[in-house]
């Protein structure tokens, strides 16, 4: 039996929906890949009566109180929420949180881990599955959507992203994604997404973004996540004020694009943009070129690695009070 759990999950960037409207069978469908930074690390320990501090602290609660209901649990838990992937910035913290925490219990438990019954439960995965997918395996993968099961969209596949590759995150500190019920609204609202861009996108992911992935040609694999990036900006455009979220978010992805940065886009709702580089080295290229060229207002960059593992679980042994080796999912505890 274990004392504590601690259990670690990383970013994501969401690369991209296939079709928002069905119209031409399942309805979203996306791809996404792993950063290895920010991440979520959220600690369980026994305790006398249940209790959570930290990051989001209010919003773990809710979930503890709904993972103790349903999955009838008698103990009670200090929970601490020690790094946190900021909020509404398009880089999956909701998800990412909840995941965490249920993951952790369930370590701290004995029981078998289940990320797409404990997103249902905790009210995530509704529209995209990647955050699910990449909780398990880290890469990039892509999910099939929603079709007539009331149930997160399945993965359909998995690759690892060459770790030589870097992002250039750019962040906007001063402004929110669309989240909650402005989202809701906003996918309402929105007008039918025409089938031969959903078409098109399909065939973007499946004939040019994943063989390139797959044979490690980054100007390929960009030019694929660039086009699909700009379709779908258009697209929510109406919503969230423009192609992308943040008008100084925008002006460095594409000061980064010109330069030599690949698959400029937005993550999610945003305002997180990004581009991916080659290597260390160009990356840090970039982020230098533009403090020294354009002084944009109001942006900061990060130049993060992607991650090609899932979640990460830490124990300590009750008896022994000792951390116990590092586990990771897919069985290498």
């Not at 026994?46 to 990051?55: H, I």
């Not at 438990?109 to 905790?122: K, Q, T």
């Not at 995150?169 to 909650?180: A, Q, T």
Request: aromatic content about 6%; proline content about 6%; hydrophobic content about 45%.
């Amino acid at each position: 039996m274990f004392q504590s759990v601690t259990l670690t999950v990383p970013a994501r960037v969401h690369l991209g929906f296939f079709d928002l409207s069905a119209t031409i069978g399942r309805r979203f469908g996306s791809l996404g890949l792993a950063l290895d930074r920010p991440v979520t690390r959220v600690t369980v320990r026994r305790a006398a009566s249940s209790s959570v501090e930290g990051f989001e602290a209010a919003r773990a609660r809710r979930h503890l109180d709904t993972l103790i209901r349903t999955l009838s649990l008698s103990a009670h838990y200090a929970v601490t929420v020690d790094e946190a992937i900021p909020a509404h910035a398009g880089l999956g913290s909701g998800t990412q949180l909840a995941l965490a925490l249920a993951g952790a219990i369930r370590t701290l438990e004995g029981l078998p881990l289940a990320p797409r019954e404990d997103a249902v439960r905790l009210g995530r995965g509704a529209r995209s599955g990647i955050g699910i997918g990449l909780f398990e395996t880290g890469g990039l993968v892509v999910d099939g959507g929603r079709g007539s099961l009331d149930q997160p969209p399945p993965i359909l596949c998995r690759h690892a992203v060459p770790d030589d590759w870097r992002l250039v995150l750019v962040f906007d500190e001063r402004l929110r994604g669309v989240h909650g019920p402005d989202e809701a609204k906003a996918f309402r609202d929105l007008p039918v997404f025409p089938e031969a861009a959903a078409a098109r996108i399909c065939h973007l992911v499946l004939m040019q973004a994943l063989p390139a992935l797959v044979e490690a040609d980054l100007p390929r694999f960009g030019l694929a996540i660039g086009e699909i990036q700009q379709r779908l900006g258009e697209y929510f455009a109406p919503a969230q004020g423009g192609v992308f979220t943040s008008p100084a978010v925008q002006e460095t992805v594409r000061f980064l694009a010109a330069n030599g940065g690949h698959a400029p886009g937005q993550s999610s709702w945003g305002p997180t943009g990004f581009v991916i580089a080659a290597s260390q080295r160009e990356a840090d290229d970039l982020a230098g070129r533009l403090g020294r060229e354009a002084r944009i207002e109001g942006i900061r960059l990060a130049v993060v690695a992607p991650r090609n593992e899932g979640a990460l679980i830490e124990t300590t042994a009750a008896i022994e009070q000792a951390e116990a080796p590092a586990a990771r999912l897919h069985h290498r505890r």
